[in-house]
């Protein structure tokens, strides 16, 4: 019998990933615009604080110049640590949402709205660090050679010509997005920390460009240059007139609006659309929730009695092929009341393309109900508690394998070593021996063909086809609804 895992954190699919992009893609464009503009500007200021963090690490450092530039990387990383797991909007890792516009789950206006909204508040919360930030007067640190640092790197980030502005932004973006992308296979904080770190810190100590960070690293080299008083300019032994190319109107020109372009296509083009060209599935169609319901008995694939112990059959003979499936994007209270009104306790999560992701299950809400203290968030969405490892059975499978798989768990039924010695000597009979060892195994499992989707069994179902191997059915109860 061969029970497959899908999903798992620790053998990522790429495909799969590409399933939770896509909802991920969807999910932007769902917030209202308060909140859409709200966590951009923190996101912005996410960025900001992580570049504060960049120039302390490396001013005055004495390290070669790789090292210090690694230093600083892993430092920036922090920012996007922030905006993943604080939930922030960053216009890097929104453009993603090209994905669900080559889908044509969203209109190229609501595409391109997003972004605006995304980007002025990214760009008003670089600002408004920036003030504060002059207001602190951290310009004046380490004698003023954290000022300057800010001032020659901004100085260097506007020498570039467009086209190198344009391809370090590509390459910058590039690496965002991937990191972004890593972060899809797992629900665990830590884990995402840790995934993000690496692909920053490369692309900071190797200079490629990020259009946020620029939004407050080159404005607060401006603000240091226009507003620094004297005594800055004397610790740090240079002149204002030394950074005379440090403008609005060349900061726009020579980087701003190139490394942004840049941003796009390495973030949108070569990542987003590019998995989704690589990945792009044959149509499929998805039953709508209002087509789906449960199974009965009366549905169920019964044994003859010449068939009861025919290992011909499979599990495609009871499976129930229109069950019940949820999305990754759905609410947790909607996914709730479908798995309550259609009495089961639990169903597949797929994508749009029938490709499964996930499985929610009641138990999943009581976990968090208990580790909330009975106050769970109600913003919460079925990919925030539903499990990405996820057992399912194939469509061909034996069904009597199936049977075996659920019913013990041979090595406490038989427990010897590897060269067959016996661990134990019990006086128990097979049958007693057998009940004492159930497995630890779910009772509902997707079933899957090629990768999709193509139903669903339960240990009941599985039951209601094996019962004639008891006899006859004696009609001593009603018949029910099997409940999973």
């Known amino acids: ?28 464009q769902q917030k209202r615009s308060t909140e859409t503009l709200g966590l951009a500007m923190m ?24 090292l210090t530039r690694l230093a600083g990387g892993i430092a920036f990383s922090l920012g996007l640590m922030l905006v993943v797991i604080c939930g ?12 669900a516009r080559a889908n044509g789950q969203i209109s190229s206006k609501t595409m391109l709205l997003n972004w605006l909204k995304v980007y002025l ?19 004046m640190l380490a004698k003023g050679q954290w000022g300057l640092n800010a001032l ?17 932004g590509l390459l910058c973006n590039m690496l965002v997005c991937l990191a972004i992308w890593m972060t899809f296979s797992t629900s ?25 960070a620029n939004m407050f690293m080159v404005p607060l080299a401006i ?11 004397q610790q740090a032994g240079v002149t204002a007139s030394q950074f005379s190319e440090l403008t609005w109107s060349h900061f726009l020109s020579a980087n701003l609006i190139p490394v942004t372009l840049g941003n796009i296509v390495g973030g949108a083009v070569v990542i987003g659309l590019g998995y989704r060209t690589i990945y792009q599935p044959k149509t499929a169609v998805v039953a709508t929730a209002e087509a789906l319901t449960t199974t009965t008995t009366t549905d169920i694939y019964r044994l003859e009695d010449n068939d009861m112990l025919n290992d011909t059959l499979t599990i495609a003979d009871i499976m129930d092929t229109n069950p019940l499936t949820l999305n990754a994007g759905d609410s947790v209270q909607s996914a709730l009341d479908l798995l309550l009104a259609c009495h089961i306790s639990g169903a597949p999560v797929i994508d749009r393309n029938n490709n499964l992701v996930g499985f929610f299950s009641v138990q999943d809400a009581l976990a968090d109900m208990w580790a909330s203290d009975f106050m769970p968030s109600l913003t919460q969405q079925v990919q925030d508690l539903m499990v990405r490892d996820v057992h399912t059975v194939e469509a061909n499978e034996s069904l009597l394998d199936f049977a075996e798989y659920l019913s013990v768990d041979k090595s406490k039924v038989y427990p010897v070593t590897s060269s067959g010695i016996a661990l134990q000597m019990t006086d128990l009979s097979l049958a007693q021996r057998a009940r004492a060892a159930a497995p630890n195994v779910p009772h509902n499992y997707p079933v899957v063909a090629n ?12 039951m209601a086809a094996l019962r004639p191997i008891y006899g006859q059915q004696l009609n001593l109860v009603p018949s029910h609804d099997i409940v999973a």
Not at 223 to 232: D, H, L, R, V
């Open 1 to 28: 019998m061969t029970i497959n895992t899908a999903g798992n954190p620790d053998i990522v699919n790429p495909r799969l990933l590409l399933a939770v992009a896509e909802e991920y893609a969807i999910a932007k």
């Open 43 to 66: 996101a912005g200021i996410f960025i900001g604080l992580a570049f504060v963090f960049y120039l302390t690490v490396t001013t005055g450092s004495d390290d070669s110049w790789g």
């Open 88 to 99: 922030a909007e960053l216009f890097t890792s929104s453009v993603l949402s090209a994905i």
């Open 121 to 139: 508040g990214n760009l008003l919360g670089a600002l408004v660090l920036v003030v504060l930030v002059m207001a602190a007067g951290m310009f």
């Open 152 to 168: 020659q790197l901004a100085a260097h980030k506007v020498h570039h010509s467009p086209m190198q502005a344009f391809s370090l």
């Open 188 to 212: 665990q904080i830590l884990s995402k920390a840790l995934l993000v770190m690496l692909p920053v810190a490369m692309f900071v100590s190797s200079g490629f460009e990020h259009c946020v």
């Open 223 to 233: 603000a240091i240059k226009n507003f620094a008083p004297a005594e800055f300019w």
């Open 451 to 462: 990768g999709q989707l193509v139903g669903s069994v339960s240990r009941l179902q599985l």
